[in-house]
C-alpha cells in the first residue's frame, strides 16, 4: 500500500503488517474494560467517574457520583461543537470560582460540583441518575446533539445543563476570560456514572497510563500502576517481565479535532520513542510477544518468529488504524 511508510514509519509498518491479526470488537472504552476483565455492558454508562474520582482523591466518593467536566461550547452553523479543556487552560481559582457559583445555587437540591483539577470536576448526586452518557472523548470537536444525555430522566437532565450555562455565562471568571480574548467556560459535560466495580483476578504485573480509568481500574485490582516512561528504552530499562498493559494516548485529541499536522507530528514521535525501540526488542529476545490495539476492529498479535513472515502484507485497514 503506498505511502504507508511515509504515515506510520518503517518500524510501526512491519509490527502490524508481520503481526498476527483476530478481530476485536470493542470500542477504546470497552477495550480497557475487557483488557482487565470485566464485560460491561455498552447500554449502561461505564463506572469512570467512581474510578477517577479514586485516583484523583485516594477514597471512595460517598454516593452517586458523574463526571461533570467544563467544556466550551461553540456555536457553528446549525450545530454546538464542543471543546474540552485541553483548549481552555483554565486555573484553579477559575474552576472553584465557578464550582462555588454553582454549589451556591444547587446546594438546596443535593448536588455539589467538586472540581478536583482545572479539567476534572465531579457533580455528587443525591442518587444515581437513570441516565445514558456519552463519555467526554467522543465528543470532543464534535457536534453535541447526537450525544447528549438520553434515559428516563433526560429531558430533566437537558434542562439543567441550559440553566448552568446560563449561570456560567454571566459569572465574573467568564466575563474576564472575554476580555482577554479567552474561550469561555460555558458549558460541563456529564458523563461516566455508571455503578461500582468488585476487583476481579488479574495476571498484570504493571500498567502504565495517564489516563484516570486505566489508573483506576489498576487500582481496584491491586495492579502496579505509574505513567508511562519517555520512551520504550526507558521501559525496557525497568525490568519489565510479565504481562504490562500500556496505553500511548497522544494521537486522541489531534484525531478529535482533525489536526493532520500534529497527527503526523506525533506519529513520527511513537515511530522513534516507542515503536523503533519495541522492534528492536522483539528482533533481540528481550520482549517475547507484542500486542497491539488501535481500537480500529483488529488486535494485533506479534512475535520474534512473525517478524520472519516476509509473505504477510498490509490490510486495508491499516491507514484507519491510527486516525480513528
Given at each position: 500500500?503506498?505511502?504507508?511508510?511515509?504515515?506510520?514509519g518503517?518500524?510501526?509498518?512491519?509490527?502490524?503488517?508481520?503481526?498476527?491479526?483476530?478481530?476485536?470488537?470493542?470500542?477504546s472504552?470497552?477495550?480497557?474494560?475487557?483488557?482487565?476483565?470485566?464485560?460491561?455492558?455498552?447500554?449502561?454508562?461505564?463506572?469512570?467517574?467512581?474510578?477517577?474520582y479514586?485516583?484523583?482523591?485516594g477514597?471512595?466518593?460517598a454516593?452517586?457520583?458523574?463526571?461533570?467536566?467544563?467544556?466550551?461550547?461553540?456555536?457553528?452553523?446549525?450545530?454546538?461543537?464542543?471543546?474540552d479543556?485541553?483548549?481552555?487552560?483554565?486555573?484553579?481559582?477559575?474552576?472553584?470560582?465557578?464550582?462555588?457559583?454553582?454549589?451556591?445555587?444547587?446546594?438546596?437540591?443535593?448536588?455539589?460540583?467538586?472540581?478536583?483539577?482545572?479539567?476534572?470536576?465531579?457533580?455528587?448526586?443525591?442518587?444515581?441518575?437513570?441516565?445514558?452518557?456519552?463519555?467526554?472523548?467522543r465528543?470532543?470537536?464534535?457536534?453535541?446533539?447526537?450525544?447528549?444525555?438520553?434515559?428516563?430522566?433526560?429531558?430533566?437532565?437537558?434542562?439543567?445543563?441550559?440553566?448552568?450555562?446560563m449561570?456560567?455565562?454571566?459569572?465574573?471568571?467568564?466575563?474576564?476570560?472575554?476580555?482577554r480574548?479567552?474561550?469561555?467556560?460555558?458549558s460541563?459535560?456529564?458523563?461516566g456514572?455508571?455503578?461500582?466495580?468488585?476487583?476481579?483476578?488479574?495476571?498484570?504485573?504493571?500498567?502504565?497510563a495517564?489516563e484516570?480509568?486505566?489508573?483506576g481500574?489498576?487500582?481496584?485490582?491491586?495492579?502496579r500502576?505509574?505513567?508511562?516512561?519517555?520512551?520504550?528504552?526507558?521501559?525496557?530499562?525497568?525490568?519489565?517481565?510479565?504481562?504490562?498493559l500500556?496505553?500511548?494516548?497522544?494521537?486522541?485529541?489531534?484525531?478529535?479535532?482533525?489536526?493532520?499536522?500534529?497527527w503526523l507530528?506525533?506519529?513520527?514521535?511513537?515511530?522513534?520513542?516507542?515503536?523503533?525501540?519495541?522492534?528492536?526488542?522483539?528482533?533481540?529476545?528481550?520482549?517475547?510477544?507484542l500486542?497491539?490495539?488501535?481500537?480500529?476492529?483488529?488486535?494485533?498479535?506479534v512475535?520474534?518468529?512473525?517478524?520472519?513472515?516476509?509473505?504477510?502484507r498490509?490490510?486495508?485497514?491499516?491507514?484507519?488504524?491510527f486516525?480513528?
Amino acid at each position: 500500500m503506498p505511502g504507508l511508510t511515509r504515515l506510520h514509519g518503517p518500524a510501526l509498518t512491519k509490527l502490524l503488517t508481520r503481526a498476527q491479526r483476530t478481530v476485536e470488537h470493542a470500542d477504546s472504552e470497552a477495550l480497557r474494560y475487557r483488557l482487565l476483565g470485566y464485560a460491561l455492558s455498552e447500554s449502561h454508562d461505564h463506572p469512570d467517574a467512581w474510578l477517577s474520582y479514586q485516583v484523583d482523591t485516594g477514597t471512595v466518593a460517598a454516593g452517586a457520583v458523574l463526571r461533570a467536566d467544563p467544556v466550551h461550547l461553540r456555536a457553528d452553523q446549525q450545530r454546538l461543537v464542543l471543546f474540552d479543556a485541553e483548549h481552555l487552560h483554565i486555573t484553579s481559582d477559575e474552576a472553584q470560582a465557578l464550582a462555588a457559583a454553582f454549589n451556591h445555587l444547587y446546594a438546596a437540591d443535593g448536588l455539589r460540583l467538586e472540581a478536583l483539577t482545572p479539567t476534572r470536576w465531579y457533580l455528587h448526586l443525591p442518587k444515581q441518575p437513570e441516565l445514558c452518557t456519552t463519555p467526554l472523548v467522543r465528543v470532543v470537536g464534535r457536534d453535541i446533539d447526537a450525544h447528549l444525555p438520553t434515559g428516563h430522566e433526560a429531558r430533566d437532565w437537558r434542562r439543567f445543563l441550559n440553566e448552568v450555562q446560563m449561570l456560567f455565562h454571566d459569572h465574573p471568571v467568564n466575563r474576564e476570560r472575554e476580555a482577554r480574548g479567552q474561550p469561555l467556560i460555558n458549558s460541563l459535560w456529564l458523563w461516566g456514572g455508571g455503578r461500582p466495580l468488585a476487583a476481579v483476578a488479574q495476571d498484570w504485573q504493571g500498567i502504565w497510563a495517564t489516563e484516570t480509568r486505566l489508573l483506576g481500574l489498576a487500582r481496584l485490582n491491586g495492579i502496579r500502576y505509574a505513567d508511562p516512561p519517555v520512551d520504550a528504552t526507558a521501559w525496557l530499562h525497568e525490568g519489565v517481565g510479565g504481562r504490562h498493559l500500556l496505553s500511548l494516548d497522544v494521537l486522541r485529541h489531534a484525531i478529535a479535532y482533525g489536526d493532520v499536522e500534529t497527527w503526523l507530528t506525533h506519529v513520527e514521535q511513537l515511530e522513534q520513542a516507542w515503536f523503533a525501540p519495541l522492534l528492536a526488542a522483539l528482533r533481540s529476545g528481550h520482549l517475547r510477544e507484542l500486542r497491539l490495539y488501535p481500537v480500529n476492529g483488529y488486535v494485533y498479535r506479534v512475535t520474534r518468529r512473525d517478524l520472519w513472515c516476509f509473505w504477510r502484507r498490509p490490510q486495508p485497514e491499516f491507514l484507519q488504524s491510527f486516525r480513528g
